[in-house]
């Protein structure tokens, strides 16, 4: 005893509860690894007849007890019944005395029933008998639902199963009281323990015979397998000459007649490995240098992209959570108020907090649209071959109320081509160009939005030119940074974020393409992008089609 508590050394209280997990890991894996094949299969074994045992008890108990139940309620509402018929006259005469006579000997007679309670119609308790300790509660005559229902309840700490009926005059069949039995289900609870016990004991009886015989079956069985892993421990130490002597039909015979050729093989071509190995020596000694050398330049330049990304990534984590969990404590606070305290508020507070809330979503946006501007380049999404003509006719069907509520006409000047592309961010392209185009239409007669592409030898150009308010000589640098926009956007009152450009900017990059614009203040503007030629598959088509907004057929061709 003094030994054991010597070598009893105690967790110090400052091991964390990582360390422990770690610790209670590592002890799992060397239970595991101490643990042989054949007795993982034969633990196995038996988990699965425990759990097969084990299902099919509880299947068997819950059968038992749904029948014992039935009939229990059966019992009790039998009995309900017979005492309905049996108290119509004594209740209709007031004879109380013999409505409690029949209530008592019915008790004394049955071990089960622990309460008979008579109602007049009022449901005034009127005559009764019980084992309880308190004395029966008055009965609602409105809830007539739950008349002639079984129900499971407790009462003085016990589990009874109780049914209520109604006494019916014989003369006018009109309900003249009632009458409430009450049946303990403590009967059933024994009943069901002891089944269950019985089927733990034959179960532990069961998996301990089950013990031996798995056991020597595994071992049979994996008699041939360790004829395998003698043979394959000879190979190991050299000797190439060990055959298993194992004749059976079945797969682990053909397993030993595989591994014997194997071997028959691998001696034919050792020879044969020995020269090209010492062929193949003097080419790796020049070969490995140079791997080496281009290992170390690519582990340097990989270290450095890997610490810039992590640390950009870190960037936008930190900008993300630090950013929106403020806003979105706002939103939830204000959407609380709203929620508690709409009807205390005037009219002016619940505009003030609506707009707060509607501030609070479009900043949530601004940060969700910088953060995607910054993947845009590091996290490229799936290729894949886009008609962006169909694209065109999603982007028609996306703006179709605002172009047919401005009467602008959305006009496909040329053909466009296929491109090998990722299809949501070249939609984000067009998407917002047209989307500016639209925005930046202006009041003038002429109200269309061109798109067109030029097929060069090692590049695509494509436009999108309107009629709009145009971009000031001095914007046309600016209006692809994040955060600035012309000076026409103030004067229109023209809502935006001053990001969707520079996300445009930063997608047609991607392809090896550039993006400019050209304008003319108060005739509209041209936006042209070039997209690089590896990325277009195939040319365009020669027909030229209109988009409209009062085409709504489909695109003529």
Known sequence: MSESLHNFHPEP???????????????????????????????????????????FAILSLKDTQDRMSGELKAQVRQVSLTLAALGSDPLISGELQQLSNVAAELIRSSGKITEVVFYDISGTPIAWCTRNLNPPKPFNPRNTTSLGQ??????????????????????????????????????????????????????????????????????????????????????AAGDLNARVETDR??????????????????????????????ELADANRDLESRIEQRTAQLEAANKRLMAEIAEKED????????????????????????????????????????????????????????????????????????????????LRGLFENDLKTRQIHLILDTALPALHCERARIRQVFQNLIDNAIKYMGEGEVREIHIGCQIRLSEAEFYVRDTGLGIDADDLGKVFFVFRRGKNTASQNVSGKGVGLASVKSIIETYSGRIWVESDPGKGSTFRFTINGQYVPATGKSPSSVISTQDTHGMAA
Not at 25 to 46: C, E
Not at 373 to 381: C, D, F
Request: hydrophobic share 45%; net charge positive.
């Open 13 to 55: 209280d400052n091991v964390s509860a990582l360390d422990r997990v770690y610790r209670r890991k590592r002890w799992y894996r060397r239970l595991s690894q101490r643990l042989g094949l054949q007795a993982k299969i034969v633990i196995t074994f038996l988990c699965m007849i425990t759990l097969t045992l084990g299902g």
């Open 315 to 394: 960037f936008l984590r930190a900008v993300s959570h630090d950013l929106n969990a403020p806003l979105r404590n706002i939103s939830g606070m204000v959407t609380m108020l709203l929620m508690k305290r709409r009807d205390q508020l005037d009219e002016d507070s619940i505009h003030r907090l609506e707009r707060i809330k509607k501030n609070v979503e479009i900043e949530t946006d601004l940060i969700n649209e910088l953060l995607e501007l910054s993947r845009i380049k590091t996290r490229r999404q799936a290729m894949e071959t886009v008609n962006l003509e169909e694209m065109m006719w999603d």
């Open 150 to 235: 079984v129900l499971w309840m407790k009462k003085d700490s016990l589990d009874v199963i109780s049914t209520a009926s109604p006494v019916f005059s014989v003369f006018d069949q009109k309900i003249v009281g009632f009458v409430q039995v009450d049946i303990s289900a403590e009967q059933l609870d024994q009943q069901s323990r002891s089944i269950a016990l019985t089927a733990v004991k034959w179960g532990v009886v069961l998996v301990i015979t089950s013990i031996p015989v798995a056991w020597l079956l595994v071992r049979r069985i994996f008699l041939p397998i360790r004829q395998l892993v003698h043979a394959t421990g000879r190979i």
């Open 249 to 278: 039909p079945d797969i682990i015979g053909e397993l030993a007649k595989k591994f014997n050729d194997m071997t028959r093989t691998v001696r034919q071509q050792q020879q044969a490995l020995k020269k090209a190995n010492q």
